[in-house]
């Protein structure tokens, strides 16, 4: 199973930049590692989607490592509305189709 | 563009209840997923389907079922309703195969079982 694990929570102040690492031990050679926000009350939305090394675009850049064993979302310059909880999302072992969420990450930014 | 579209977007059932929640796509998209996100928690995977006839079940499938005869609808049904079964659920779609895609997703349907 590729299941993933980040940490449960993190908080930062505005301005700071902010790094949340997903593990994802049994990556599948084909799958993508993708990166959500969710908001109370709404669906996730898209952030970020990476297969190796590094990906940015304009809100977020994603580190990957050669192993592809674990991914870090990087949020530059937070500000209050980054306050959201963070998904990464991969594929469940080889079945890439069977899309599992983990438990998240909650960030609370601070003014 | 309407996206995925869920309804109803609220409902109160009283236990042993039955009811369907619809979702609808119109973006041509094989794959549809339903999750459910309990208060405070993350999204656990109920059912989900590669293309009409075709369904599989996720991590929480107990107490539901799914069907998927066309390409734009993967209703979820809840039989004989639970308190255990108060949730939001979201419907999800995704183009094509998983890598390199993004999945689209409802607003969510608020289910309350009393």
Redesign the interface.
Known sequence: LAKTTQPISMDSYEGQEVNITCSHNNIATNDYITWYQQFPSQGPRFIIQGYKTKVTNEVASLFIPADRKSSTLSLPRVSLSDTAVYYCLVGEGDNTDKLIFGTGTRLQVFP | NAGVTQTPKFRILKIGQSMTLQCTQDMNHN?M?W?RQDPG?????IY?S?GAGIT?K??VPNGYNVSRSTTEDFPLRLELAAPSQTS?Y?C?S?GG????N??Y????SWLTVV
Request: overall charge negative; aromatic content about 26%; proline content about 0%.
């Open positions: 794959y997923y999750y928690m993350g999204l656990k995977l989900y590669v599989d996720g991590e939001v979201f999800a995704l195969g998983w890598s390199g993004t999945i997703f409802g607003e969510g």
